[in-house]
């Protein structure tokens, strides 16, 4: 199955980034033509190792102005776009979150992990494929150091690779599939989580390199987001999917039957019948427009991050990512 996903990479020039990892933690460019322009920027010697920040966001489809959605407002994740290596053909190996991050994180195949699913760990000897090197693993071993906030592997699945710390969930307590609520003393998980990062980049070893991964949990149900995002959402720009019934003939294997939404006591109350696939309009129309809030809050939390990076000197030596586990 391929599942679109956003994803770019971003280099403080603007170039064309197409550098390996070695190419990275080697830090020299020694099979480049000195006429390349990133041939300059890596061989500076304050450049030789550049940092690498890792975005990662949950169960994102290119919702954004910058993949031509021109209803959302991104105007952070639009910026960094426009600086970056835009992928326009990634897909997910997987659609769902544990064999899909860690293909990302491994650079193999679920089928060489031995992990379709929610629940096989992958370093087990006798279920899994194999004791493999995670990305942040082999930055660790390569001079960096390595960290990570939020949700980077599903359930902790990646075996303890980097010190990553998790941040409480209270949306996920929520009897509805929206949650919309944050105070000063009441924030959102990626709220949290963007508070965590910027305090380990406020305070990290600056002797070393930094691998810093930021997994912000939405737009993964339940939607959350503070109640000024809603607002930017409504009928004026807000449309249901043209094609809104399976088509046909369609094989019943191949449809989602959307589980995790029918847990939510809003949804439940709808009394449809286990094989009712198709929602109401009202109820679509309201989950789009949430899922474009939740997608802004998260614009908000990177446009806060990259902010801070910016004012800590760092972002002409960063690399900088964006990806998604799989759309939805
Ligand atoms: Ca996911």
Redesign the pocket.
């Known amino acids: 199955m391929n599942v679109a996903c956003s994803q770019f990479v971003a280099h403080p020039t603007g170039l064309s980034l197409t550098l390996t990892l070695n190419e990275i933690i080697a830090g020299q460019t020694a099979r480049r033509a000195e006429s390349d322009p990133m041939t300059s920027w890596l061989s500076s010697a304050s450049r030789s190792k550049p940092n690498v920040l890792f975005l990662l966001v ?3 489809r290119p919702f954004l102005r910058s993949y031509g959605e021109s209803f959302m407002v991104t105007p952070n994740i639009d910026q960094l776009a426009s600086k970056s290596v835009r992928f326009d053909r990634a897909y997910a190996q997987q ?3 544990v064999p ?2 860690l293909s990302f994180t491994t650079g193999r195949r679920p089928l060489t992990l031995k992990v379709l699913d929610l629940k096989t760990y992958w370093r087990d000897p006798v279920r899994g494929g194999g004791n493999f090197t995670t990305l942040s693993q082999y930055f660790q071993q390569n001079g960096y150091v390595s960290h990570g906030a939020g949700k980077i592997y ?1 359930n902790g699945k990646g075996g303890g690779d980097h010190n990553s710390v998790e941040q409480q969930d209270r949306e996920k307590r929520s009897a509805s599939y929206i949650y919309v609520n944050e105070t000063a003393t009441e924030k959102l998980k990626d709220t949290l989580v963007t508070d965590h990062a910027i305090r380990w980049l406020e305070n990290r070893d600056t002797q070393k390199p930094f691998f810093l991964a930021v997994g912000f949990s939405k737009p ?1 149900l339940p939607f959350a987001f503070p109640q000024k995002f809603l607002a930017l959402y409504d009928e004026t720009n807000i449309q249901l999917a043209k094609y809104r019934t399976p088509p046909a003939g369609l094989p019943r294997f191949v449809l989602n039957s959307w589980g995790e939404l029918r847990g939510y006591a809003d949804i439940k109350a709808l009394g449809l019948a286990s094989n009712e696939l198709v929602l109401p309009d009202d109820v679509q129309f309201k989950l789009k427009q949430a899922y474009a809030a939740a997608v802004t809050h998260v614009d908000d939390q990177v446009g806060r991050l990259l902010s801070r990076l910016s004012e800590l000197g760092l972002t002409n030596n960063t690399i900088i990512t964006f990806i ?3 759309g ?1």
Do not use: K, N
Request: charged letters at 30%; a negative charge.
């Open positions: 949950d169960d994102f659609a769902v979150c899909s991050r599903h993964h998604s586990d799989h939805l």
